[in-house]
C-alpha cells in the first residue's frame, strides 16, 4: 500500500506541474523591428509555441523612461533582421542603455551585432550569403542545440548546423568582443566568421558591461527562410531564455505533494 500510495503522489505531482498549462503564465517577448507586417510569422511561431509576443516598432534612438521600463519588464527581447541597426546605435550612449536592459535579448540582426553598432564583434563588416552552415566549437551541450540533428561534420571535424535555405546577413569578424563566448563560426577555414555567441550577465560585450544574457543568432528577414532546423534553434534559445514563469512554480508545487505524499 505505502508504494501504490508514493505512485499515487508521484502522478498527482506530474499532474499538478504539467497537466495544467492554464496556470502557468506565458513568457512575454518584445520582438524588436522597423516592419510589423514582416513580424507577423515569426510572432505566429511564437506565440502557437507558447510564448505571449508585442512588436514594437518604436524603439528608434534615445529610449524613453516609459520604453526602457517595457523592455525590462519582458522576459525576452528579440532583434528581428527587418530592422535599422542605426536606430539602435546612433551614439554610445543608446548603445549603453540597451546594454543595461537587464532582460535577455537575442539579437538576430547581423547589423546590430557590428563593432561600430552594439561591438559583440570585433570588426565592421558584413555579407549576405546563401545556404552556408555553421561549424561548433566543442559545445553542443548548450540548450539552443538540444534536440537538434546536426547537419554534418566541419571543416573542424565539429557537428555543422544550417538555419536558413534563403539569404542571410553573417558579419564578417572573425571574434567576439569583451567576455563573449564563441559558439558557432561560419563552416569554411579560409572565413571562419561569427555566427553563434554568449554573453552572460555582467560579461563585458564591446564598452559595456551587459545587465542579462545576450546572443547573437543571426536570423534571416523573412521566416520562410527559417527551416525547420532554425525553428528548433529559435524555439531552443527563447525557451532557454525565457522559461515560463509558472511553469517552475508548478513544478515545485507538484515536487511539495510529492514529498508530502512519501511522508505519510
Same mark, same amino acid.
Given at each position: 500500500?505505502?508504494h ?15 497537466? &495544467?498549462?492554464? /496556470?502557468?503564465?506565458?513568457? @512575454? ?7 510589423? +507586417?514582416?513580424?507577423t510569422? %515569426? *510572432? ?13 516598432t ?20 528579440i532583434?528581428?533582421r527587418?530592422s ?7 551614439n554610445?550612449a ?53 534536440? &537538434?540533428?546536426? /547537419?554534418?561534420?566541419?571543416? @573542424? ?7 536558413? +535555405?534563403?539569404?542571410?546577413? %553573417? *558579419? ?47 536570423l ?34 507538484g ?10
Open positions: 500500500m505505502k501504490l500510495a508514493t505512485l499515487k503522489g508521484a502522478v498527482v505531482a506530474l499532474l499538478i506541474a504539467f497537466a &495544467v498549462p492554464a /496556470l502557468a503564465p506565458a513568457a @512575454n517577448v518584445i520582438w524588436v523591428t522597423n516592419n510589423a +507586417g514582416n513580424a510569422p %515569426w *510572432v505566429n511561431f511564437l506565440s502557437t509555441n507558447g510564448f505571449n509576443v508585442d512588436i514594437r518604436d524603439f528608434n534612438g534615445t529610449l524613453s523612461p516609459a520604453q526602457l521600463n517595457d523592455l525590462n519588464a519582458a522576459d525576452l527581447v532583434m528581428a527587418a535599422n541597426s542605426g536606430d539602435f546605435a546612433n554610445a543608446t548603445v549603453a542603455q540597451w546594454a543595461g536592459i537587464g532582460t535577455p535579448i537575442i539579437v538576430g540582426n547581423a547589423f546590430i551585432a557590428q563593432a561600430n553598432r552594439w561591438q559583440m564583434v570585433t570588426t565592421s563588416g558584413t555579407s549576405g550569403q546563401t545556404n552556408l552552415g555553421t561549424t561548433t566549437l566543442g559545445n553542443t551541450s548548450h540548450p539552443i542545440f538540444n534536440g &537538434v540533428t546536426p /547537419l554534418g561534420t566541419g571543416f @573542424n571535424g565539429e557537428p555543422t548546423y544550417r538555419w536558413t +535555405g534563403g539569404s542571410m546577413d %553573417w *558579419v564578417t569578424s572573425t571574434a567576439v568582443t569583451g567576455d563573449g563566448q564563441l559558439l558557432g563560426i561560419r563552416n569554411n577555414a579560409g572565413n571562419q566568421w561569427v555566427s553563434l555567441a554568449n554573453w552572460n550577465t555582467g560579461d563585458l560585450m564591446g564598452a559595456n558591461a551587459v545587465a542579462e544574457r545576450r546572443f547573437y543568432f543571426p534571416p528577414i523573412d521566416f520562410s527562410d527559417l527551416n525547420p532546423t532554425g525553428q528548433e534553434m529559435l524555439l531552443n534559445l527563447s525557451v532557454f531564455l525565457a522559461p515560463e514563469p509558472g511553469r517552475a512554480v508548478l513544478l515545485t508545487i515536487l511539495f505533494a510529492l514529498l508530502a505524499r512519501r511522508r505519510r
